[in-house]
């Protein structure tokens, strides 16, 4: 089957170029998937992949590491993670981490998959070639391939493929932060960061059974979107210097400070200011700091070792965090999703809504398609 495909291309200079080619369901290895894309996300780690801020990255590339399809090919037979049978039309999602080799200490010994030193993530790490089936390798592309084993879930058919979006790649990274952070019940939890990741970490904090749940972040327009998800409270840092915004905190919960703080603003300057927020005895969790943006000045003695603070890191994902988001999304589809997409664009467009995302000028944008196309 002849199909005819358009992506974009993500070059080294941070160039965004649309392909169109001729592409062949022929040369599909046994075991992969072909999908018409539905729904891509952009999201922040696009702006850090146009601006070269991530080593590993062989450009040019395909991005939109986040994505929902419907398959249209498939070579043999393909299964999902519960043994039930991919089947062509199928609406499906896929976990963008491939190549996780299973192997190694960091896989087997360490039990940390998501420092495995062979992952390689669709629409970041993989190089991409619009002229062959097998190259079309991130969301950003009317045609997406998966490579034989990529984790791939059918959309339950209660969550449709925008309310699943909505969550998108923010979910999984969200869940790993919770995790990490060990919320127990009646806690008090401060989120430091009002984006996509930040709000779903307090919401899932929330249903985790916080006691009490405060976002700080900005603009504004992101903290209102926060709190249609039913937060307790919100501090926006535009209207509050650093001293205040302790101080807010500290009003908030009543003088005791919060038990657990999440860090998900990729500002090095937030750490220490997180730290504060933190009681005691209390944990802090960083996911925000996806890239290298410079160094914080933190006073170990008194932010750390006199608070007995815990502090951890979080990286990345596994199949068990985008697995359980699918869940999670299908569960709670009456949330407002809709407040969470603040911008849909065609292909073309793309260029448009992620100067947006790097503004912060919207809360999250989608890339949508029509599914109808060409086949000969």
């Known amino acids: 089957m002849i199909l005819e495909n358009t992506c974009i291309l993500l070059h080294g200079d941070g160039a965004l170029a649309l392909e169109r080619s001729r592409i062949s369901s022929g040369d599909m290895e046994s075991g992969s998937v072909l999908l018409r894309m539905i729904a891509a996300e952009v999201c922040g780690t696009d702006v850090h992949l146009k601006h070269r801020r991530l080593d590993t990255v062989p450009y040019p590339i395909i991005p939109g590491h986040v994505a929902v399809g419907r398959v249209v090919a498939m070579v043999g037979s393909v299964r999902d993670v519960d043994g039930i049978q991919i089947e062509e039309g199928a609406v499906v999602t896929y976990l963008d981490v491939i190549d996780t080799c299973n192997s190694c200490v960091s896989c087997l010994v360490d039990k940390e998959s998501t420092r495995c030193p062979k992952r390689r993530v669709l629409g970041i790490t993989c190089r991409a070639d619009p002229r062959d089936v097998k190259g079309l390798l991130g969301g950003w592309s009317s045609h997406i391939y998966l490579p034989p084993n990529t984790k791939i879930i059918r959309l339950p058919e209660v969550l449709p493929p925008r309310v699943f979006m909505a969550g998108g790649c923010g979910l999984p990274t969200a869940l790993h932060a919770i995790e990490r952070a060990g919320i127990k019940l009646m806690d008090r939890v401060l989120v430091q960061g009002s984006g996509p990741v930040g709000l779903l970490a307090a919401l899932l904090a929330r249903l985790s059974g916080a006691f009490q749940v405060i976002v700080t972040g900005a603009p504004e327009h992101r903290l209102e979107v926060v709190k249609r998800f039913g937060i ?65 000045v933190v006073n170990p003695h008194h932010l750390i070792n006199r608070k007995h603070l815990t502090v951890k890191g979080c990286w990345g994902s596994d199949f068990s965090h985008f697995y359980k988001g699918v869940q999670l999304m299908a569960k709670h589809v009456d949330l407002p999703w809709d407040s969470v997409i603040s911008q849909t664009v065609r292909l073309g467009d793309v260029g448009k809504a992620l100067q947006q995302v790097e503004k912060l000028g919207i809360f999250k944008a989608l890339v949508e398609e029509p599914e109808a196309e060409k086949a000969s």
Request: overall charge negative; proline content about 5%.
């Open 232 to 296: 307790d409270s919100t501090v926006n840092i535009e209207k509050a210097a650093p001293s205040e915004r302790v101080a807010i905190v500290r009003d908030l919960t009543n003088g005791r400070m919060a038990d657990v703080v999440i860090e998900v603003t990729g500002r090095p300057e937030a750490i220490p200011e997180g730290m504060s927020f933190c009681r005691d005895g209390g944990t802090y969790v960083v996911v925000g700091q996806y890239t290298n943006n410079g160094d914080a």
